[in-house]
């Protein structure tokens, strides 16, 4: 569910080439003079997909590869930051289709603050809000602003990588805490043929395909698409969408490769409920006892949701015969969402208890009409040089981004309705004036560098730094104009060790470009803060895995505090902590994905004096999960698939003072399934035990309760 207060965001992740190993693993032997020579065993590295790919498929749970963490293809282990990486056959096992639940294992993330929500991915990676400024396609970053964003849908995504801390040195302006980057499946050149269709126990089903081949020699294709429909979980919520992603790869020679990507998504609905419910009466009783989670309080003769959106671009790359990579990955983006509805906002007279017995809510209605025109290209030149014993892979860049939004915002008069006994169909007011009626444009110039270095046969020196340039322009209300150059950097040092251990530090700044008024009538300043992070990284010899763990500090400075009518730019956020994440294939039957968060959020500086040292509303300072999977090879069994696991939320806050807390709360998922030569079934269980409990509260007017138990019957052939 959308609000005025939360913003939706388009995620974009860099595509960009991988490698496969080829082994010519027969010994050959040649005779000379009658001696034997046998020749050692040559690793290949190529471009193309395959497990070792840092786009392609994940083989079970552990990814050897990524872009995101350097824009380069480069086994994680090498990045001097914690990185995550969820693949699709993870997605599947865990049930997950949405991204927000896909990512509810992955250390340093928490997913659905607010409950489910069937039009946005509310992502917070290490205390900080990266559902705006830290989602990613391909590689290239989703700006939003308001409720002009896009909607990526999971049945589209090979794979979800999370870079954990600032990406401003690579990426330009971004969520301090970290940014999700979302890799499209594309063509492999191998035959795909897939048919997916499943619905789950609140009457919501779906159909999806997944299509691909060789059209020629040089050509290959993929299609993928989604319909799905049906009720969801609160009364008269309900939700029709479809889905559809063509892509095409043209390869003349092995030195050229253009991949054309686009996009198709339209989603129409009535808004879930179970959000936007008070403290009293969710978390604690009020009077009356508890509002139930299931209701939902909007009209819905009048709610209405309607997003069109479209995109299309493409990822070109040609290496030269001295090994010199040229890249250009580029996009369009076009999403119109229209969006109608009626929310609750405390008790009457907006009160955040009943009062004198009246136990009805007040309502806001409200109404925006927001269309966004994006344009991303980013162009990079890649080679790699030697200079004594120190190797250099070297990155240059030039990244533009345009973002556009027209946006008409506006409430209007609303009856109230009983938290108890609601009753719908009461004639609603007419419609104010918007208090929003604008036209926004964004542009931004950054220029690049990056330097890997390997030496001293295992250490690895990474550096970063990028300056970017960002002017923002606006007409209508409000109007205003912007500008701000900033730099950005990362330092990162490790040794790789024969055994598999990695240990590296890193420190990096960032900003983040900010929309906002202060109360003297001038414009804020970007966010700027840094990171400093420790940690090491395993991949045992012994089974297929990694494991890492670190220890951060992140602080973010310039953070727009005060109320509305005297905004200041004077606040500090503090996130210090620790995670430990381990992805294992451990044999063939067995998978496991294991994660520990724990860190201190607080507030450093404030414009109010009394909060300082609190913890922010709505994060969890401690979460844990742990999901396994066992699959029986042979026997009577074979194919059966046992899967069950654990997630643990802890207590937060719902308000900046920290006087009202939130409980934490375990939750228990199973997946049963069974797979057989082409076909296969599964049910997903999540919330086994139907725990009634509060995802998050954003103040104690604004409390979003979890999800009750969800199963989910799917099946699928391929062919």
């Not at 990486?85 to 599947?92: F, I, P």
């Not at 990588?161 to 970290?178: D, H, I, T």
């Not at 594309?186 to 009457?203: C, D, H, I, K, W």
């Not at 919501?204 to 081949?213: A, C, E, K, S």
């Amino acid at each position: 569910m959308t609000t005025p207060r939360r913003k939706l965001i388009l995620r974009v992740l860099l595509g960009s080439t991988a490698t496969l190993p080829v082994f010519l693993s027969s010994p050959l032997y040649a005779q000379e003079n009658g001696t034997p020579i046998q020749l050692q065993q040559i690793t290949v590295e190529s471009g193309e997909g395959g497990g070792a790919s840092a786009t392609g498929p994940v083989r079970g749970f552990v990814a050897e590869r990524t872009t995101t963490g350097s824009k380069t293809d480069t086994p994680i282990e090498q990045i001097p930051q914690a990185v995550s990486v969820v693949g699709r056959e993870e997605m599947d096992d865990l049930g997950a289709q949405k991204v927000d639940e896909a990512l509810r294992y992955t250390a340093g993330v928490f997913a659905q603050p607010f409950g489910p929500d069937t039009d946005t991915n509310w992502l917070y990676i290490r205390g900080f809000d990266a559902t705006q400024s830290g989602t990613y396609l391909d590689g290239l970053q989703n700006f939003s602003y308001g409720f002009g964003g896009f909607l990526i849908d999971s049945f589209g995504l090979e794979r979800i990588e999370v870079l954990k801390g600032p990406a401003a040195a690579l990426y330009g302006g971004a969520n301090p805490g970290g940014m999700v980057n979302y890799i499209s499946k594309r063509p492999t050149g191998e035959r795909l043929r897939y048919v997916e269709a499943g619905v789950n126990s609140f009457g919501n089903g779906y159909l999806g395909f997944d299509i691909g081949d060789k059209a020629s020699d040089v050509v290959d294709y993929r299609v993928n698409g989604i319909i799905s429909g049906g009720d969801g979980y609160t009364d008269f919520s309900e939700d029709f969408r479809g889905v559809i992603s063509p892509s095409i790869t043209w390869k003349p020679d092995e030195a050229t490769k253009f991949t054309v990507l686009a996009n198709y998504t339209h989603l129409d609905e009535t808004h879930n409920g179970g959000a936007f419910l008070p403290y009293f009466g969710t978390v604690v009783d009020a009077p009356f006892g508890k509002i139930s989670r299931k209701a939902n309080f909007t009209e819905p003769d009048i709610d209405s949701y309607d997003r069109e959106q479209a995109s299309i671009g493409y990822e070109l790359e040609h290496t030269f015969e001295n090994d010199w990579t040229v890249r250009q990955n580029l996009r369009y983006g076009f999403s119109h969402v229209r969006e109608h509805s009626l929310y609750p906002f405390g008790y009457v007279p907006f009160s955040p208890q009943p009062v004198d017995g009246n136990y009805d809510l007040s309502r806001i209605n409200f109404r925006h009409d927001t269309t966004v025109n994006t344009f991303l290209v980013d162009n990079q030149l890649q080679g790699k040089v030697t200079t004594g014993a120190i190797e250099h892979t070297l990155l240059f860049g030039v990244e533009y981004k345009y973002f556009n939004i027209d946006q008409m915002q506006q409430t209007g008069g609303a009856s109230p309705i009983s938290a108890v006994d609601p009753v719908y169909g009461e004639p609603q007011g007419p419609m104010f004036d918007p208090y929003i009626d604008q036209n926004l444009k964004r542009n931004q110039v950054g220029i690049y560098a990056q330097d890997q270095l390997r030496f001293g046969d295992g250490w690895i020196v990474t550096l970063n730094g990028r300056y970017d340039y960002v002017s923002d322009k606006s007409e209508g209300l409000p109007a205003y104009r912007d500008h701000e150059g900033r730099a950005s950097g990362r330092f990162g040092v490790g040794y790789e060790f024969e055994n598999g251990l990695t240990p590296y530090a890193s420190v990096a700044t960032f900003f983040n470009p900010v929309i906002e008024a202060l109360g003297d009538g001038s414009q804020a300043r970007p966010e700027t803060g840094q990171q400093y992070e420790v940690g090491v990284k395993y991949r045992p010899e012994a089974f297929d895995g990694l494991i890492t763990a670190s220890f951060f500090d992140l602080t973010k400075q310039n953070v727009v505090t005060g109320p509305s009518t005297a905004r200041e730019q004077i606040g500090e956020v503090n996130s210090r902590g620790f995670e430990i994440e381990a992805q294992a294939n451990i044999t063939d039957a067995w998978r496991v994905t294991a994660a520990f968060t724990t860190y201190k959020l607080e507030v450093t500086e404030d414009a109010d004096a009394a909060i300082i040292g609190n913890q922010p509303y709505l994060v969890p300072e401690t979460q844990a999960s742990l999901f396994a999977q066992y699959t029986f090879l042979d026997g009577a069994l074979e194919g059966l698939q046992l899967g069950a696991g654990v997630r643990y939320v802890g207590s937060s806050y719902a308000d900046a003072e920290n006087q009202y807390k939130i409980p934490d709360v375990a939750l228990v998922d199973l997946k049963l399934g069974y797979e057989k030569d082409n076909w296969g079934v599964d049910l997903n269980v999540t919330n086994l035990f139907d725990k009634d409990y509060v995802a998050g509260c954003q103040t104690i007017f604004s409390c979003g309760y979890g999800e009750g138990r969800k199963a989910l019957l799917k099946a699928h052939v391929k062919w």
